[in-house]
């Protein structure tokens, strides 16, 4: 008589995603200092992963905060983005070995989630003015820092999915 087929637990990375709710709790559970980034993340591609490995080495833990995809529709990045749904491009984030935490925004900008969790670094991609952002404001008053990560040249998203459309 055949045994019953085993079936396979879960992959352990699905515990690194959280309700927004759930992420102050987890957040305070992980090493520091913790390196906060966030984006929409949609394709990812070679890019994503070196900026998030080059962010998650300034500490010792990195949570991405992604936009919902309500949020990203609001961005305007197109009519059919994000390609790939919220809870699809969470699992994506949390399985890469760099990501530690993965939870969801819905604002326009992190601002409010980003007072909530008071990482100790804030981390945005290198076309960013970390000067002239209101989340680095907030990040300074509590004693955090914020810095800008270079982009890996020739890479997005965007251009992506434009190369992948014209073939």
Same mark, same amino acid.
């Given at each position: ?7 396979? $637990? ?5 515990? @690194?995603?959280?309700?927004? %709710? %759930? #992420? ?11 390196? !906060?980034?966030?984006?929409? !993340? &949609? ?7 070196? /900026?998030? =490995?080059? =962010? ?6 990195? +949570? +991405?905060?992604?936009?919902? &995809? =309500? *949020? =990203?529709?609001?961005?305007? @990045?197109?009519? &059919? ?16 070995? *760099? ?5 969801? !925004? ?11 969790? $008071?990482? &100790? ?6 076309? /960013?003015?970390?000067?002239?952002? #209101? ?6 008053? /509590?004693?955090? @820092?914020? $810095?800008?990560?270079? !982009?890996?040249?020739? /890479?997005?998203?965007? #251009?992506?999915? @434009?190369?992948?459309? *014209?073939?």
């Amino acid at each position: 008589m055949p045994s019953e087929p085993l079936l396979p $637990q879960p992959p352990q990375f699905l515990q @690194k995603i959280v309700s927004r %709710e %759930e #992420a102050p709790q987890r957040l305070a559970e992980l090493p520091r200092p913790i390196v !906060f980034t966030n984006g929409v !993340f &949609d394709v990812l591609h070679r890019g994503h992963a070196t /900026y998030l =490995a080059h =962010a998650r080495a300034l500490g010792g833990s990195l +949570v +991405v905060a992604l936009n919902t &995809d =309500a *949020s =990203a529709r609001r961005l305007g @990045k197109g009519p &059919d983005r994000p390609l790939n749904n919220e809870q699809d491009r969470a699992v994506m984030m949390a399985a890469l070995e *760099s990501v530690s935490l993965v939870t969801w !925004f819905d604002e326009n900008t992190p601002l409010e989630l980003i007072s909530e969790l $008071q990482p &100790d670094l804030l981390v945005k991609g290198g076309d /960013y003015d970390m000067d002239k952002l #209101a989340e680095t404001a907030v990040v300074k008053a /509590y004693g955090g @820092k914020a $810095q800008a990560i270079p !982009f890996v040249d020739g /890479y997005s998203t965007t #251009a992506l999915v @434009k190369k992948i459309r *014209s073939t």
